[in-house]
């Protein structure tokens, strides 16, 4: 069974749009983190965003903010006010306690102008 | 913030050429660096995980005999493809944590593209 589970392959917004992301995850864990990465074209993973199984509140950094329903097993990325330079691969990741990053397959998000 | 080096960033190589990866913590010590591999269009898949002074731990299916990781410092890991083939040819991308902790985000090196002719 998947760990990760991002259902949407591709994604499309309109510049100063906000989008979400989904992500679903799957584990028997207590303690487990979840974290968004992004990556263009040019290979680079770059952190996004991190949230912890006992974190009370969503997370938030900048124009990335983190909903997080643990009942439901999800934790989905909201970007605001999209930008041109959003426009990238977008990974969701779990890790369960001290364990390695297990990668969901990734939504692509093409933002227009 | 954390910073890791990857080098070289892109390798075009003959069939039968061993390729050697070279993945560095800048400003942190990285008891623990990982060695993933991407296709295109595909997400990263674990290959090992690289732990300072001791043997690496090669996911399922890793031949490890083809692909050799010597991590023998908090700050360096190197990535070895013996004899690269062109079904080697692939993305791979290293990434270390500066602490064990589990809020602690894995950083990752830019890559290497490596195409095998």
């Known amino acids: 069974a998947q760990k990760i589970t991002q259902t949407q392959p591709g994604m499309f917004v309109q510049e100063k749009e906000a989008v979400t992301l989904d992500c679903t995850y799957d584990t028997s864990d207590p303690s487990y983190g979840l974290f968004w990465y992004k990556q263009p074209s040019s290979g680079e993973m770059i952190f996004l965003i991190y949230?912890?199984?006992?974190?009370?509140q969503n997370a938030t950094e900048g124009r990335y903010s983190l909903n997080f329903q643990k009942a439901r097993k999800s934790a989905n990325l909201v970007i605001s006010a999209s930008q041109l330079g959003d426009s990238a691969m977008y990974f969701c990741?779990?890790?369960?306690?001290?364990?390695?990053?297990?990668f969901g397959k990734g939504t692509m998000l093409l933002v227009s102008p | 913030g954390a910073v890791v080096s990857q080098h070289p960033s892109r390798v075009i190589c003959k069939s039968g050429t061993s390729v050697k990866i070279e993945c560095r913590s800048l400003?942190?010590?990285?008891?623990?660096m990982f060695w993933y591999r991407q296709f295109p269009k595909q997400s990263l898949m674990l290959m090992a995980t690289s732990n300072e002074g001791s043997k690496a731990t090669y996911e399922q299916g890793v031949e490890k005999d083809k692909f050799l990781i010597n991590h023998a410092s908090l700050t360096l890991s190197t990535l070895t493809v013996t004899s690269a083939h062109p079904e080697d040819s692939s993305f791979y991308i290293c990434?270390?944590?500066?602490?064990?902790?589990?809020?602690?985000?894995?950083?990752f090196g830019d890559g290497t593209r490596l195409s095998i002719l």
């Open positions: 400003d942190f010590q990285a008891t623990t």
């Open positions: 990434s270390a944590r500066d602490l064990d902790s589990d809020n602690q985000p894995q950083h």
């Open positions: 949230q912890g199984s006992y974190d009370q």
């Open positions: 990741a779990m890790r369960e306690r001290m364990g390695t990053l297990t």
